[in-house]
């Protein structure tokens, strides 16, 4: 019997790297369904009813959150009786995703931004009983959860939002992002700035451009002192609300 998967991401090339990490997570034989916006998600979903035979039913379903015609957590409010393993896969490392997708239903929450072989790795944890979540998610969870335990409980997500139990080596809370100063970005600049912000890998990049790999990484670096930002998620979601990409 194949694992039925589910793939929300309206980005095609996001989609296509998501799939492929798919198939390597698992030894089963997959099938993949892919949509590009909510409705098409709905009706593949049967409008959020399980269906009579428990093999017609998504296993997995992976969950982008920006999308065309609305939010994907509209999609995991929807889905939380549903008999399946659902993650969100985005771009997004801010508390103001994060706990409202896990308050929504979300099972994992994994960073496009990561490597492909961490992704991997992720998603493999499903099949030993763990929660599939970025290292740079998980950090973040375990911070806010100390930071709690000290007393202070402003924007304390639900308790149904921690009830995973989620485990990693605690880190510092990200610094605030100053305006870019986006035109100084070169257009090679602006072209890399546009690969991560679909979720290539630095390596990906460098055989897309023609360029070395320690080239990439060059443009990265004079990407993030420009911007002012310390990280691949920042640089995206920044470079998205400032129409950069």
Not at 36 to 58: I, N, Y
């Amino acid at each position: 019997m194949a694992l039925k998967v589910l793939i929300l991401e309206d980005n095609p090339v996001a989609r296509g790297f998501l799939s492929r990490v798919v198939r390597e997570s698992f030894s089963d034989t997959i099938a993949i369904t892919e949509a590009g916006d909510l409705e098409t998600a709905r009706r593949h979903v049967g409008a959020a009813t399980p269906p009579p035979d428990p093999a017609d039913a998504f296993r997995l379903i992976l969950v982008d959150l920006e999308l065309p015609d609305g939010n994907g957590m509209e999609l995991l409010t929807e889905l939380q009786r549903y008999p399946a393993t659902k993650i969100v896969t985005t771009l997004y490392s801010d508390d103001d995703h994060l706990f409202p997708a896990l308050q929504c239903g979300a099972d994992g929450y994994l960073l496009k931004e990561d490597r492909f072989e961490v992704l991997v790795e992720e998603l493999q944890k499903i099949v030993r009983g763990q929660p599939p979540l970025s290292p740079a998610i998980a950090r973040r969870l375990l911070t806010h959860f100390r930071a709690g335990s000290t007393g202070s409980d402003a924007g304390d997500p639900a308790p149904s939002a921690l009830s995973a139990g989620f485990n990693s080596r605690a880190s510092p809370a990200p610094r605030s992002v100053a305006a870019p100063d986006h035109e100084r970005l070169t257009p090679r600049e602006s072209e890399v700035l546009t690969f991560l912000s679909k979720g290539f890998t630095i390596k990906e990049i460098a055989n897309l451009m023609g360029i070395k790999w320690f080239t990439v990484n060059d443009h990265i670096k004079s990407i993030y002192k420009k911007l002012n930002v310390s990280s691949r998620a920042e640089a995206a979601v920044l470079a998205s609300k400032e129409g950069l990409v």
